[in-house]
């Protein structure tokens, strides 16, 4: 059965970086494509972006870009998810999601993309 | 970035009720829409994709519905276990971007 199991939780100082892994299972890694979402406490989702497991290709959203970096070890089936410079508005829960279809479509032409299996979580408390 | 309102923000329904909840975007994208359903500490599940196809092993009493700007997750008879919070999802252009969610609530 698919599975993605995330790296326990962080408690990081302002400033630092956490890096959050995300092991697969059950399905062939480099087929699909992988997202990563966070979720601060109390609020809703927030994606960050995205790799295409295969060839490595990314798209960070605007809010995190130099500051997010997303890797994979094809070999480990292993994705990651490393964010600098933190601050407590950092805090929150992040997530991975198996990506179905690429995140560049041509309007209906492309079958619509989503994301099917999510990890259990990673809780990072950014905190002095 | 495409722009995304839920409505309600929350609503209070019994057991057995017929629950909608609605997702506008700030502008069209086809049919380009999921559904997740969120339990208190855990990870988003995948309901509805491509704005009416039902993930494998979610209920039927779920359904989505919509195109252009204008869609609806539809619980057709409430049960114990529905009691969530209900985020809509855009995946036309990235960013990908959640509506604020929609929490259902005992009543």
């Known amino acids: 059965q698919v599975q993605l199991v995330q790296s326990g939780a962080e408690v990081k100082k302002p400033g630092a970086s956490v890096k959050v892994s995300c092991k697969t299972s059950?399905?062939?890694?480099?087929?699909?494509?992988m997202h990563w979402v966070r979720q601060a406490p109390g609020q809703g989702l927030e994606w960050m972006g995205w790799?295409?497991?295969?060839?490595?290709?990314?798209y960070y959203a605007q809010k995190f870009q130099g500051r997010v970096t997303m890797t994979r070890d094809t070999s480990m089936s292993t994705a990651y998810m490393e964010l600098s410079r933190l601050t407590s508005d950092d805090s929150a829960v992040y997530y991975c999601?198996?990506?179905?279809?690429?995140?560049?479509?041509?309007?209906?032409?492309?079958?619509?993309?989503?994301?099917?299996?999510w990890g259990q979580g990673t809780l990072v408390t950014v905190s002095s | 970035d495409i722009q995304m309102t839920q409505s309600p923000s929350s609503l209070s329904a019994s057991v057995g009720d017929r629950v909608t909840i609605t997702c506008r975007t700030s502008q069209s994208i086809s049919n380009y829409l999921n559904w997740y359903q969120q339990k208190p500490g855990k990870a988003p599940k995948l309901l509805i994709y491509a704005a009416s196809s039902l993930q494998s092993g979610v209920p039927s009493r779920f359904s989505g519905s919509g195109s252009g700007t204008d869609f609806t997750l539809t619980i057709s008879s409430l049960q114990p276990e529905d009691f969530a919070t209900y985020y809509c999802q855009q995946s036309y252009s990235p960013p990908w971007t959640f509506g604020q969610g929609t929490k259902v609530e005992i009543k």
């Open positions: 790799m295409n497991l295969n060839t490595g290709g990314t």
């Open positions: 059950g399905y062939t890694f480099a087929a699909y494509y």
């Open positions: 999601a198996r990506g179905i279809g690429d995140i560049v479509v041509v309007p209906d032409a492309t079958r619509p993309p989503y994301s099917d299996y």
